[in-house]
């Protein structure tokens, strides 16, 4: 028997409750009306400064003065642009040590917390205190810390050698990758706490009872149900490490020489140093349509855009 409706036909943004063929009534979903609100601010503040980028990226602008169309002549610049090829390789280069770091301690930080273990919750509230700081914040806390004359490294020359962790390009990636990971990682364990808190308790008990230890249950029972959440945990990476800026302005801004120099750095320094908005306009948006290429091949790869639950029975 085919559902029939309890009330007229609704107007847009009402809900309209539909009764079940079995029996019960459920409300059908909202109009776009509900969505309207939220729609424009996404046109208004993404959307169209967007579209600005990419006509300002085809022109020629200082800031001040007329715009000058001169076509593709930033991206032509772009590319023959050594300091620009070279930005990008260390973006990937930077994002895939973020990774590499990030992932699995967040992943085994966030299953233990998930846990019921003494004080973990207290343990947890601690650890998270990072979440509450901005990057800003993070970055001048780290600079004055790692500061090569008044900070550790300068008092503990028998572990840093001359105490200048940003002396070189190794030892600056590796700041960068440190405080980045220092800063993020509480915030990828609580993607993966709330994500194992899900499994349903059932199938660990059915590995107990096949014999499993702790090891196999963890890697035969919690790696595959934490797959999605995986997955959207690396996105976030991903497009974190590719649009980092603020970090690398605080703590090394682009040094030693161009050794740390990503995109998004270089975009600055086009666009608010070098007075090229054309330029950085169109690094801006070499940024987001690589970030967004990327995002979309790691979902479609991993099938995560089919939202298969990984429950038991579903």
């Known amino acids: 028997m085919a559902a029939t409706t309890l009330a007229p036909r609704a107007t847009t943004g009402e809900r309209r409750a539909v009764r079940r063929p079995g029996g019960g009534v459920m409300l059908a979903r909202p109009g776009f009306a509900w969505a309207l609100p939220a729609t424009l601010f996404f046109a208004f503040f993404a959307l169209v400064p967007l579209v600005l980028v990419v006509v300002l990226s085809f022109t020629s602008w200082a800031g001040i003065g007329d715009v000058e169309y001169v076509g593709l002549a930033n991206w032509r610049r772009l590319a023959d642009d050594p300091v620009m090829i070279d930005s990008l390789w260390l973006s990937l280069l930077l994002t895939a040590l973020g990774v590499a770091v990030q992932t ?6 966030g299953v233990w917390a998930a846990g019921q273990q003494r004080n973990r919750a207290v343990l947890s509230a601690i650890f ?7 990057a800003t914040a993070v970055s001048v806390l780290w600079r004055a810390l790692l500061d090569p004359n008044f900070g550790v490294p300068g008092q503990a020359r028998w572990l840093f050698g001359d105490g200048n962790l940003f002396g070189s390009r190794a030892g600056a990636l590796a700041v960068l990758v440190f405080v980045a990971s220092w800063q ?8 993966y706490q709330g994500a194992a808190r899900t499994i349903p308790a059932v199938l660990y008990q059915a590995a107990e009872i096949d014999g499993a230890g702790r090891w196999h249950q963890f890697w035969h029972v919690t790696l595959p149900q934490l797959r999605n959440a995986m997955i959207t945990s690396l996105v976030i990476m991903v497009v974190g490490g590719l649009t980092t800026f603020e970090t690398v302005l605080i703590l090394t801004q682009g040094g030693p020489g161009t050794d740390t120099t ?7 320094q086009q666009a608010f140093r070098s007075f090229d908005f054309g330029a950085g306009a169109a690094i801006a948006l070499l ?4 970030a967004t290429v990327i995002s979309l091949i790691m979902v479609r790869a991993s ?8 429950l038991e029975g579903l």
């Open 287 to 290: 940024l987001v349509v690589s």
């Open 184 to 191: 993020y990682i509480p915030f990828h364990a609580l993607i």
């Open 303 to 310: 099938g995560y855009d089919k939202m298969r639950s990984t």
């Open 262 to 268: 990503i995109t998004a750095y270089y975009m600055y």
């Open 128 to 134: 998270f205190l990072p979440l509450l700081l901005s």
């Open 104 to 109: 699995p301690l967040s992943l085994l930080i």
